[in-house]
């Protein structure tokens, strides 16, 4: 009987021991089947990819990731998931891989790149073109939660991601700043030292991602493919990837299209994971199209109808000719050899007058000082924009003007509106800027009739930093300081997010960091005039600072920074806020509007803050670094005092009068002196309008 137990158990022992071996050996082979993924493809005819966006396969088997299509993205991604990591030591597995790419651009400058990426997701919900690479937003980019991790291959600097320069490859983690990145270049074998490569002339390049996980090392190689792989790599990383990797995984491509026409193409792609990626064959893979730059048409058209024209009847003649004399004077615009050199930035009129119907009255945006604004799209390449449109009668400087409204064209940031360029005709001048779906945001703010429309506290304070974000970077962080010198509501645009853009740099003067600034004509608008400027004629960044002072209570009071009926104690906003404060009630002044829905802190915070970037001794105003603290929480603002500020405000020993006989006519705080009436107000401001 106890032998009969001992043979039992002995049996029992024996199948749990088969059946822990057989569950094994499964799990094994499952995992190596998941771990070994292994595909190559020498084109992608027929292939089975996920695609999203402007991407698609071409008839002959290109992988095009976008076309011309502006501000647009495409995604193309291995359709399967992907397991990166050991499930029992959790490291990331080794992987290699290898692709072809094109990049094709109809002007030789500017635009957002491609990237091969590693995501958890084939879906990026939210992301934005140009910059974005279509992978984040302003909300999403930089937090740890996204697990991304991309190759970008770019031809854009973007300050704002610290880009080295406009052609470059870089490894991404989580963000667009990058960890690693070199200019495109490879190292060439036989002439032993580094190569520089053109990343956007359509011509194929292949790149070489690798990394070794027992090493912990991520290698990026770049090369033509008339040259063998290089044997020094362009990027050397080492980065241990199973800190980013979730399980599993999808691997793929991300590209975006901006405002100029451009293509994006992958023509082979070869991938091993727990090995090195199997070679592409050459001459398999597909052709590129024979894409050319678009050159004005030729004349022939003209040649051919005049030679048959002079055939026919005297008649037939003159009234050709009159037809054509007629459509150039219509679209006769001002041309000069010096405005070659600026290329796209000029458009032309004609393509402005189509894009808004012969500037119609329905295409009306609004009208203000210095032009009228109409919404249009430009008829070849369909982008919606906003052209402004400026009489000028003076041609002293405008060489210069038109240079620095170029210059100004270059400017690229999120909290920006981008000027696209200009025209000229006759005693016209055109700005071209990206069209803003929701208005500006003054007609929000001072809109009575909407209340649906009115914006909350939350998005008010979001574009209040938004604004000192742009003027951040126009006055320290471009090339250039920038001086805006109209920074009000009326000019702050909103997205279709309402996010604040800072836009019309018709007004702007620029100059090298660490020089002076040149003296120029006072131009601006009533209420948001520094005091000092019409003494300087010094546009420097200290006006715009007080400039935005005056937005900062407009924002919060909902009310403009002079209001000439109202009563002589309330006529000027920094007057009204600085009684209400010396009362103890300074949250009143807070706009009716939003009742009591808004964080006290914060409005008590910008209150204060517009007093003091208002105040009327420059050196006493922040600059924009220490405003972006203030609103960030980061310091704490100085000791401020109402009675200090009345008795600055009142105190006009600084103020200059040189070439002034009255100055009530340009002070900004016309109620601050008793010898000042609200007639002469009323008429300034009327005036000013």
Known sequence: MILGRNDQRCSDTMFLEFLVWFLLLGLRSVASQQEDVDFTYNGFRGVNMSLDGLAQITNNGLLMLVNTTNQQVGHAFYPHPLHFRNSSTGNAFSFSTTFVFAIWKLIRFGGPGMAFVIAPSRKFPGALPGNYLGLFNMTTIGKPSDHVIAIEIDTLRNKEFND?????????????????????????????????????????????????????????????????????????????????????????FSSTTYVMPVYHFVLGWSFKMNGEARQLNLSQLPELPHLKTHKTRPRLFIILVSVIGASLALISVFIITQFIVKRKKKFAEVLEDWELNYGPHRFKYKDLYIATKGFKDKELLGTGGFGSVYRGVLPTSKTEVAVKRVSHNSRQGEREFIAEIISIGRLRHRNIVPLLGYCRRKEELFLVYDFMPNG?????????????????????????????????????????????????????????????????????????????????????????????????????????????????????????????????????????????????????????????????QEMELVLKLGLLCSHPIPTVRPQMRQVMRYLEREISLPELTPLGLRTAIDDTSFWPSKGFSDVSIWCPYPSSTKTRSSSVVESIVSGGR
């Open 440 to 600: 500006s945001l003054d007609k929000i703010l001072f809109d009575h009739t909407k209340t649906e429309s009115m914006l909350s506290w939350c998005q008010r304070f979001r574009i209040i930093k938004s604004v000192a974000s742009a003027l951040l970077y126009l006055h320290e962080e471009w090339e250039r300081v920038v001086v805006h010198r109209d920074v009000k509501s009326s000019n702050v645009l909103l997205d279709k997010e309402l996010n604040g853009r800072l836009g019309d740099f018709g007004l702007a003067r620029l100059y090298d960091h660490g020089t002076n600034p040149q003296t120029t004509h006072v131009v601006g608008t009533i209420g948001y005039l520094a005091p000092e400027l019409c003494g300087t004629g010094q546009a420097n960044p200290s006006v715009d600072v007080f400039a935005f002072g005056a937005f900062l209570l407009e924002v919060a009071c909902g009310r403009r920074p002079i209001e000439p009926r109202a009563s002589e104690e309330c006529m000027v906003l920094v007057d009204w806020v600085i009684l209400c404060w010396s009362k103890g009630t300074i949250l009143e002044t807070g706009d009716p509007k939003l009742g009591f829905d808004y964080d006290v």
């Open 164 to 252: 080295i320069d406009g052609s470059h490859i870089g490894i991404d983690i989580n963000n667009l700043k990058s960890v690693q990145s070199a200019t495109a270049s490879y190292f060439s074998n036989e002439q032993n030292r580094r190569v520089n490569i053109s990343l956007i002339d359509g011509q194929p390049l292949q790149l070489w991602v690798e990394y070794n996980g027992d090493e912990k090392q991520l290698n990026v190689t770049l090369a033509p493919i008339n040259v063998p792989k290089p044997t020094i790599p362009l990027l050397s990383l080492k980065i241990d990837l199973s800190l980013f990797i979730v399980d599993p995984m999808f691997v793929g």
